[in-house]
C-alpha cells in the first residue's frame, strides 16, 4: 500500500491559485491518485482522479509528474468556502486505501 | 438521487454499553466501506464489503466491533462494551465496485460519544 505525504496545513487568500502536493514516493504501476475534500462535521467528498499527466474538472486540477511520485492538486481561485481539509490516496483495485492526516487548507478574506 | 445516509447522527453512550450503527448505501452500490475518523485525525479504514461479504476484517480493531450487511444494502456496526478510546466519528461509504478506481460516496457519519 503506498503512503503518502502531504502539509499538515496551509493558508492562502480568496482569489488565489492554491496548490496542494502530495508525495507518494512507493506507488505502483497500477496506483491512480485520488484527492478528497472534507468539510467539518461533514464525510469526504471526491474531487478529482489522474493517472499520470493533467487532469482537469469544474473544479481542479491535477497534475501528475512523469515518475508519479508526487501530485499537485491545483485550486484556481479560491473562497472562503474552499476552507477544508483535502486528502491525498493512492490505490488501484486495493480496497484498503491509506487515509493520512490531509492538508488542511485555510483561506482568508 | 439520495446519498448514503447514517444513523443516529449523534450517540452518547455509557461505557460497557453496546452500540449499534446504521448505514444506508446508495442503491446498486456494491461496496461498502466502514470508517473511524478520530478528532483532527485522518480516516481509519475498518471493514468493507463486496455485496453482503466482508472478505477482510483485519482493519476491525478488537474482537469488540463486528459488522454485517444484508440485502446488498443496509449495513451495521456493532460496538460490543464500549470504551472511552472508542469515542470518534464512524464513516460508511459506498461506491459501486470495490477499488481504488471508484469514487467512494460518504454518508454524514455518526458521532459516537462514550462517558
Known amino acids: 500500500l503506498a503512503k503518502t505525504t502531504q502539509p499538515i496545513s496551509m493558508d492562502s487568500y480568496e482569489g488565489q491559485e492554491v496548490n496542494i502536493t502530495c508525495s507518494h514516493n512507493?506507488?505502483?504501476?497500477?496506483?491512480?491518485i485520488t484527492w478528497y475534500q472534507q468539510f467539518p462535521s461533514q464525510g469526504p467528498r471526491f474531487i478529482i482522479q489522474?493517472?499520470?499527466?493533467?487532469v482537469t474538472n469544474e473544479v481542479a486540477s491535477l497534475f501528475i509528474p512523469a515518475d508519479r511520485k508526487s501530485s499537485t492538486l491545483s485550486l484556481p481561485r479560491v473562497s472562503l468556502s474552499d476552507t477544508a481539509v483535502y486528502y491525498c490516496?493512492?490505490?488501484?483495485?486495493?480496497?484498503?486505501?491509506?487515509w493520512g492526516a490531509g492538508t488542511k487548507l485555510i483561506i482568508k478574506p | 438521487g439520495a446519498g448514503v445516509s447514517q444513523s443516529p447522527s449523534n450517540k452518547v453512550t455509557e461505557k460497557g454499553k453496546d452500540v449499534e450503527l446504521r448505514c444506508d448505501p446508495i442503491?446498486?452500490?456494491?461496496?461498502l466501506y466502514w470508517y473511524r475518523q478520530r478528532l483532527g485525525q485522518g480516516l481509519e479504514f475498518l471493514i468493507y464489503?463486496?455485496?453482503?461479504?466482508?472478505?477482510?476484517k483485519s482493519g476491525l480493531p478488537s474482537d469488540r466491533f463486528s459488522a454485517e450487511r444484508t440485502g446488498e444494502s443496509v449495513s451495521t456496526l456493532t460496538i460490543q462494551r464500549t470504551q472511552q478510546e472508542d469515542s470518534a466519528v464512524y464513516l460508511c461509504?459506498?461506491?459501486?465496485?470495490?477499488?481504488?478506481?471508484?469514487?467512494?460516496?460518504f454518508g454524514p457519519g455518526t458521532r459516537l460519544t462514550v462517558t
Open positions: 461509504a459506498s461506491s459501486l465496485r470495490v477499488a481504488g478506481l471508484y469514487e467512494q460516496y
Open positions: 442503491s446498486g452500490h456494491t461496496a
Open positions: 464489503f463486496q455485496g453482503n461479504s466482508a472478505p477482510d
Open positions: 512507493n506507488i505502483a504501476t497500477n496506483d491512480y
Open positions: 489522474g493517472y499520470k499527466t493533467k
Open positions: 490516496l493512492v490505490g488501484d483495485g486495493n480496497y484498503q486505501l491509506i
